[in-house]
């Protein structure tokens, strides 16, 4: 099943020609270079690939249900068809471990098994209806059916951290498929065999299923050009991209400035403050102190939910915290980053923080990293409420990798400032006992507005996929706090709803005939009903 | 109950300060100013009015769904308590006749009702609750929990040609309240006595209902000043509008520039095009020309779903039409625009268009405007769809008041050039035989990837307030097509997901309590029911 890797763009189901400008990924394990060399897309690419969506978009659209489900779980066998040599490609490029990728694969497959359970469902299109009332007094009401249809063409930009659940075919592609809308994916330039092994594989399945090859293109090629043109194409209807906040925003102020803007749903910067509450402090601080190195340290700290901010009050039992958490960081073994790049932001920025006045360090790694394996060691910082109001760095940078700054206050009082300070956020986390939680509405209504996801008494890494998830958060979190990008809502990021007036039956869409053939949830006449209109 | 009109600023339910920059507005009926002289919101008025709907935010949110949907109703109570003194100041201002505005009048309070039901029933906020799986391979899941939460204050800017509807308690303030957030309105300002009479009717509504007063406040101002410092201010989480594309686009840049972008639904511009198939022309053309005749003057033009595009086919049956149409266009009275500048541009616009080389007079009004009564006279064109397609200014340029353009196509193709040509509509009309329309999916698809709302054999104008409702549409119908601004769906404009993890039921809002206190529709383990959970 492993073919050799030709190191081109797909477009279409097509690779794309040579082309002279190439680069070659590093492995991070060894700093060795990877084979073949990736052929840089360029603007002629980018337009075969939107063109090509577009054509396909109107058949891909009007796709029954079952098919596009259909089409969903084929892309997952077709995953799962590679084999383990998609595994071993994915750690020599990004020196994740193979278990935790097989981990991955399977979160990737069962999202678009899960997406495909919804598609099939199909009550998610939000079918509204309100049936004429041709007697009404003083004007008769027409016959008014709505639903939600896809957007177009979605340009997705594969993410380095999760080379499998967030790129090729992640959340953002299978929730734009999902949806019916054709996927454009700018392939992550750390993971580019990776990205081509899953690449084919969401091709074959277009083919199997005999879809429009449009439907799926996936290039390879520098941000600034190829991103940035996919973003200004008028052809692309929506972006998904995950990734860091100087780029995402680059992204998003493309898109606005476009004659006909588009939504960029860009999930970037998070600090994920961890909050402990007194009782957390009186309980097993030794069982939090392993609990939390644990999140910090997942992935080698490479988590967009990692706890990179930990906010307690002064105490004995914040001391006894502490010494537990200082010993598991010290012991904590370094490991290799996704890429070079990765690892000299993470040395530099934590760096950076360690020189802010008030700041020192509380733990970091008794071991040293090893340059050559492209190594990040943990460091955990400390300082006071007063020093982390009075520097706005300290809330303002993502130290991306495994580093965690803990904040100590005084006062409740300092600990609310502490929490109203926060920019958006992806998560925010309480520990306590019953009764500090029960203490706690006015944090937990602080900490509501500035996150997506509030967590008690666990950790934020982890983001579970289903229909309760939220991954998204205010700015600078996301781009657009309305919406997820994990979980089955993040579908609804890439629709827009149409109404239907006095329209005959064969022209509707099925959700919205009288007969309401796949029995799905209907608004009608503002009541929930599964059942038809007689 | 009608006051004299103090002409200041409402901000959190007292009137503000006077101002050394006063304007009068011009009843458009005989070009007179109105009394009293309205005092021009600056910059520290804008800061009052968010800094107090900041404050009332979190208690505003909070506020169970029963009291909620009490304080619309509350409003629609006040609003007619005024009586129709509000009519008449109305009718002096914007010319609209008495018997318009009692209809008008109807629709908003009808409105404010319609999202009370909303709220008190409950479903609307997609409440997903997945239990925690404790005992889970290989990982246990946690209890996840989400629901649709409030943004924060939301910024309405007042439109002119519905001074009741789409104004100071119109379906943006409507649904921006029944969401939980609070609402500053711009005043228009052509119409800032009627907007006067509302706010304080909203204002007495707060003040009945015990709400903070910071929930409503209202703003009189020029819009590049007070406008522009409402959508910078960074307590402000979203913004609508209804306009001109100039504004609406210009909002939208300032908003997205902003250091946290946020939100602005601009519903702005749409030529709504109408479709006549031959089936059409060979019936009753006489009734199809009086209603669309009925259509392009409703509101002397002034609607943003006015038809202001006609196609159709060469042929004896559009001979037929068109000279019935023309009768009727020669037929129609002139009427009072909304205000002097309207008037102007109005007549202006249709100059522009007037001189376009293809482009001929088909029919105007027989009788002249009076300028002295701000009167707008009827002008219908007409070319042939080759100019059409080579003119892009006949397609780009709304001529907002009782005009449209008659394009004739050659052949079907000539028909399907002209629809692909669009851009972004709230409408889009089919008007035929059952015969055509089954042969119409074609056009139908290009339609549906234009207009926010497509209509067979009915008029665009007429926009009903209900569930299935989607008054959008692609840009520059508006510069968010994933929304409606008219419905019980317009409240999706103004809410984010928040996700909670293994939180205590007492900290979790009722809507997701085991309980199902409200009986409320959620989706459980991806099903949808009214149940608890055990």
């Not at 988590?303 to 990179?308: A, L, N, Q, V, W």
């Not at 492209?374 to 300290?394: D, K, M, Y």
């Amino acid at each position: 099943m492993i073919q050799a890797l030709h190191g081109k763009s797909l477009i279409a189901g097509q690779p794309a020609a040579d082309e002279a400008d190439t680069a070659r990924p590093i492995s991070p394990l060894d700093r060795q270079p990877l084979d073949p060399p990736i052929h840089q897309a360029g603007g002629a690419d980018v337009r075969r690939a939107t063109e090509a969506a577009e054509a396909a978009f109107l058949p891909y659209s009007k796709l029954a249900a079952a098919a596009r489900a259909a089409f969903l779980e084929r892309i997952a066998t077709e995953i799962e068809g590679i084999g383990d040599g998609l595994l071993e490609r994915a750690h020599r490029e990004t020196g994740l471990p193979l278990e935790r990728l097989r981990g991955e694969r399977g979160r990737t497959c069962g999202q678009l098994r899960l997406f495909a359970a919804v598609v099939r469902e199909g009550s998610w299109v939000d079918a509204r209806i309100d049936p004429a009332q041709p007697d009404r007094q003083p004007l008769p009401r027409a016959d008014l059916r709505r639903m939600l249809v896809p957007l177009g063409p979605v340009v997705v930009f594969g993410s380095s951290n999760f080379p499998l659940a967030f790129s090729v075919a992640g959340g953002d592609t299978a929730s734009a498929l999902a949806a019916g809308n054709p996927v454009i994916v700018k392939a992550h330039s750390a993971h580019p065999g990776t990205s081509e092994m899953v690449a084919e594989a969401v091709a074959r399945a277009v083919r199997a299923c005999g879809l429009p090859p449009g439907v799926f293109s996936m290039l390879h090629g520098r941000g600034q050009i190829v991103g940035t043109a996919l973003a200004r194409d008028p052809r692309v209807r929506a972006v998904g991209f995950t990734g860091s906040q100087a780029a995402g925003r680059a992204l998003f102020d493309v898109a606005a400035a476009r004659p006909d803007p588009i939504p960029v749903f860009a999930e970037m910067a998070s600090l994920n403050p961890v909050i402990l509450l007194p009782g957390a402090l009186s309980g097993d601080t030794k069982a939090l102190a392993t609990g939390l190195k644990n999140s910090v340290m997942l992935g080698v700290g490479q988590f967009c939910t990692k706890p990179g901010l930990v906010f307690a009050l002064r105490s004995a039992g914040l001391d006894n915290f502490l010494a537990h958490f200082a010993a598991a960081i010290k012991a904590a073994a370094p490991a290799t980053m996704l890429h070079p790049g990765i690892c000299e932001s993470y040395h530099a920025d934590a760096a950076d923080l360690s020189a802010v006045p008030g700041v020192s360090v509380l733990a970091r790694a008794g071991t040293p990293a090893k340059a050559e394996a492209t190594e990040g060691a943990a460091l955990v910082l400390q300082t006071s409420a007063a020093s982390f109001l009075a520097r706005p760095t300290l809330r303002e940078t993502e130290v991306f990798g495994p580093f965690s700054l803990v904040v100590v206050a005084d006062s409740t009082n300092e600990l609310m400032a502490l929490a109203e300070s926060l920019t958006g956020q992806l998560t925010a986390t309480l520990h306590g006992s019953a009764d500090d939680l029960a203490a706690a509405g006015d944090l937990v209504a602080v900490l509501q507005r500035k996150a997506g996801r509030l967590i008690v008494n666990g950790f934020p890494t982890g983001v579970e996929v289903c229909p309760a998830m939220t991954h998204g958060g205010p700015y600078p979190a996301t781009t657009d706090a309305r919406f997820t990008s994990v979980g089955t809502a993040a579908m609804l990021r890439f629709v827009r709803p149409v109404t239907w007036q006095d329209c005959p039956e064969a022209l509707l869409p099925p959700e919205l005939r009288n007969a309401n053939p796949s029995g799905i949830m209907r608004l009608i006449n503002n009541e929930l009903t599964r059942h038809p209109i007689p």
